[in-house]
Each structure stands twice: as structure tokens, then as C-alpha cells.
């Protein structure tokens, strides 16, 4: 039971947007081969493990079947344009492999409920937290974490599950879904959301039995190590401390990082490190070490690997050296981030002792 589990197939690398498109399937590969390169050995340990095809019920949890009949006849006219920014883009082969990466993301917390691995890092594509009911949206066809959320409701009767979204971008697609509900706490650290997606503001707290249940910190744009920890430390801890999730999903975008071609952040990998470190302590703490990461963005060729690598380390108690530059904090940022921090505390206060 000591095992971290690496849910993964190269069936991911059949998902193909287009020529050029920063969604590629490099990215997994980038990953893969840094933990290739990287035997972890120590305490924990970690392993691969195959994915499973979700089925179609298992995706309607969360997605409406009309949606789910236009994805899958969009792909075997042999692909297209999926919504109406242009951004998601399917080919033959995406419809199958949308499946995998619900399916893999199902199979992580699987293993994890029944004790056979302690935690999991769901290395799957296309990504899923911008993918709403009925829409596909930023690179994102079906919300995995949302499918595994719903599914840890229904088979394994939680009540209380945390979803905490360190991407880069909001995601707009998981807040929607569990808008309403107090049973999926979704929080949200990131850029700010004025340009996209146009939600994730700070008096988004939820409405009816989900008042209170949704926290959305949306950081100036090139925010650094010392706001963002600042943030985790601040208002991730104390809410956790007080929900006491059954179950922790990690939306794990990799695209905060200063280097990303499409995030506008500005954290290095050892600010990633330390939030990953923040995880595994507090599911140690509430809810027995149950915790699952599920890939979402991350776009630096260059940095996912050691990012993606660094959490595995920690999720598996094993030393792994991350050498990075921690960028300088522009005061103008400072400024703006710390009083974004004390916008969302006056906001929350009125649910959670922060
Ligand atoms: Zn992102």
C-alpha cells in the first residue's frame, strides 16, 4: 500500500489538435522521460499503471449524451473545431483517447479507495477542468476530475470531496458543475480570468446548497513564489483544515510556471514543490492520505518534467533534487497579489474561520 501509482498509456499520444498547437502529445512524453531518467527509489516507491476505457456511463456522471454523441461524430468525420474560440480541436482518434484520460482518471482514485496504492498521478490528455456540461473549452473535452468527483459520490458514497485547481488558467468547466453543491469544494488558484476564461472572479462563492463551497483566488498575472505560498498557506490550509475532505483531486496544470508559453504566472518549480508537499501533508491529515493528481495544462517543455517529477518525489516520500531560479517579485505584482488575498479572506469569512 505504499505505492504512489502513475496512470499511463502511450494510447494519450493519439490525441493530435493540430501542427503547432501547445496541447501536444511532447508534453506527455516531456513528463515521462524525466521520470524515466529519474528512478525514484526510496520509501514509497512508484509504478505505472495502465488505464481502462471509461464507459459512456461513466462520462455521462458529469456530460449531457447529446454533447458526448457530438464529440464522438466529430472525430469519426475524422476531427474538427470543438468550440467556438477555436482552441480545442479534435482528430480521428480524440473521442477514444477522451475516453482513456476519464478512464485513467477513474482507475487512479479506484486503486486509491481500495487500498491497493496510497496515491495517484493521472498522467492522461486532453485535459478536462475548463469542459463544462455541455461545452468543450480550452484544450478540455471531458472533465476528468469532475467524472472522478461524481464517481466517488456515487460508488463509494462520499460526502466530502475536495477539488483544489493549481492551473494556471480557472476552471470554469469544474466550478460550474459542482456550483451548487456542498458535497465537491472547488478551489482555485490562478491567472487572473478577465481575458479567459471570464470566470473565476472572487465573489463567485457558490449559490443554494454549494453557498460557500467554491474559492476562487485570481492572481495579477506574473505573480511569484512568495504571494502564491502566500495564498496556499493562508486560504488553501485553514479551508482544508475545516472542510476535512474525504478525498483530495488536484487539477495538476503545470502551466504556472514562469517559463509557460501560455500561462501568464510566474512561480518556479520549487514553489510547485512546496504546494505539492502542502497536498500530501494535509491528506495525510484529513483524510488518511487519499489524494489524487489528474494532469491538466503545463505547456514548458523545458520545466513539466521536473515539475510533474518533484510531485511524484513528494507523493512518495523519495528525495529528488529541483535545481530552478525563483523569479524576482515586481512590487507592482506584490501589491495587487496581496490584496487580491485579502479581497478573497473578506469574501469567505462569511463561510470558513480565515
Ligand atoms: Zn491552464
Redesign the pocket.
Known amino acids: 500500500m505504499s505505492t504512489t501509482g502513475i496512470i499511463f498509456s502511450p494510447i494519450y499520444y493519439q490525441h493530435n489538435p493540430g501542427r503547432g498547437h501547445p496541447e501536444s502529445a511532447r508534453r506527455l512524453h516531456a513528463i515521462v522521460s524525466e521520470l524515466k531518467k529519474n528512478k525514484l527509489r526510496g520509501v514509497g516507491n512508484w509504478q505505472f499503471f495502465k488505464p481502462e476505457k471509461a464507459g459512456l456511463e461513466d462520462v455521462e456522471l458529469v456530460h449531457d449524451r447529446e454533447y458526448i454523441e457530438f464529440i464522438e461524430n466529430t472525430c469519426s468525420l475524422g476531427g474538427g473545431i470543438l468550440d467556438v474560440e477555436g482552441d480545442t480541436v479534435a482528430s480521428r482518434k480524440s473521442f477514444e483517447v477522451a475516453l482513456y484520460a476519464v478512464g485513467g482518471t477513474l482507475k487512479a482514485v479506484n486503486m486509491i479507495m481500495k487500498g491497493r496504492i496510497r496515491n495517484a498521478f493521472a498522467l492522461v490528455r486532453p485535459p478536462g477542468h475548463h469542459a463544462g456540461k455541455y461545452r468543450a473549452c ?1 484544450f478540455c473535452f471531458f472533465n476528468n476530475v469532475a467524472v472522478a468527483a461524481k464517481h466517488l459520490l456515487k460508488i463509494f458514497k462520499l460526502k466530502k470531496i475536495l477539488i483544489l485547481d493549481i ?3 480557472h476552471g470554469n468547466g469544474t466550478q460550474e458543475i459542482f456550483y451548487d453543491t456542498n458535497e465537491v469544494l472547488y478551489m482555485s488558484l490562478h491567472e487572473d480570468p478577465r481575458g479567459f476564461p471570464g470566470k473565476g472572479f472572487t465573489g463567485e462563492v457558490g449559490e443554494r446548497e454549494g453557498l460557500g463551497y467554491n474559492v476562487n483566488v485570481p492572481l495579477p498575472f506574473q505573480t511569484t513564489d512568495e504571494v502564491y505560498l502566500k495564498a496556499i498557506n493562508e486560504i488553501v490550509k485553514p479551508i482544508v483544515r475545516q472542510y476535512k475532505p474525504q478525498f483530495i483531486l488536484v487539477s495538476a ?1 503545470l ?1 504556472a510556471h514562469y517559463r509557460d508559453p ?2 501568464n504566472l510566474c512561480v518556479s518549480a520549487l514553489c510547485y514543490q512546496e504546494v505539492y508537499e502542502t497536498v500530501v501533508s494535509l491528506a495525510s491529515e484529513v483524510c488518511e492520505g487519499k489524494h489524487a493528481l489528474v494532469l ?2 503545463g505547456y514548458s517543455l523545458g520545466s513539466i518534467g521536473k515539475i510533474a517529477v518533484a510531485a511524484i518525489a513528494k507523493m512518495s516520500a523519495v528525495q529528488y533534487i529541483v535545481a530552478d531560479n525563483i523569479p524576482e517579485t515586481k512590487e507592482r505584482v506584490r501589491r495587487q497579489g496581496e490584496s487580491v488575498i485579502e479581497v478573497v479572506k473578506q469574501v469567505q469569512k462569511d463561510f470558513w474561520n480565515i
Request: aromatic share 0%; proline share 0%; glycine share 40%.
Open positions: 480550452g492551473d494556471a488558467h496544470g502551466d501560455v500561462g491538466e495544462g
